[in-house]
C-alpha cells in the first residue's frame, strides 16, 4: 500500500533563494511533495518587501536530498517544468508559481532542487536618472 503512495513521489527537495536582500521572498514550506496521483502542483510565493521584485525561477534533477548527496543529473528530456519562468511580484504581495511532472510514470521516487532568483526592480530617484 505504501508503494501505491510513493508510486511517482517527487520531492522538491530545500527550495534555493538567491537574494540580494534577507528575507525578502516568504514559501509556505521549503519541501514540497507531489504524491503519484499528482501531476501538478501550485504553491504561492510572497514578496515582504517594500520593492517590486522580479523572481526568475530554475530547476534540475539530483541524486538525493542532503549533504551527502544532491549531485546533478543530467537528463535528456526534460521531467520538470515551471511556470511561469519569471514572476513580478509587487510590495508585499503574492502569487502562485506551478511545477508540472512530464517524466515517467513508474514507481521511482525522484528529487529536484528548484532555485529562485530574486531581482529587486528599484527606481533610482529622479535626480539620478539619465
Do not use: W
Not at 520531492?11 to 538567491?18: A, G, K, Q, R
Not at 534533477?61 to 509587487?90: A, M, Q
Not at 517524466?103 to 527606481?123: A, H, M, S
Amino acid at each position: 500500500m505504501m508503494m501505491n503512495l510513493i508510486k511517482r513521489t517527487v520531492l522538491l527537495v530545500c527550495l534555493s533563494v538567491i537574494s540580494h536582500s534577507a528575507l525578502a521572498i516568504y514559501f509556505s514550506s521549503f519541501i514540497y511533495e507531489m504524491m503519484s496521483d499528482e501531476d501538478f502542483i501550485a504553491k504561492p510565493i510572497r514578496n515582504d518587501t517594500k520593492n517590486l521584485s522580479m523572481y526568475q525561477i530554475s530547476s534540475f534533477k539530483i541524486d538525493k536530498p542532503g549533504p551527502s548527496g544532491e549531485k546533478k543529473i543530467y537528463v535528456k528530456d526534460r521531467e520538470l517544468i515551471h511556470t511561469p519562468l519569471e514572476l513580478k511580484i509587487e510590495p508585499n504581495s503574492s502569487n502562485f508559481f506551478k511545477i508540472l511532472y512530464i517524466g515517467p510514470k513508474d514507481n521511482q521516487e525522484r528529487y529536484y532542487r528548484v532555485v529562485f532568483l530574486e531581482t529587486p526592480l528599484v527606481i533610482p530617484p529622479k535626480n539620478n536618472r539619465i
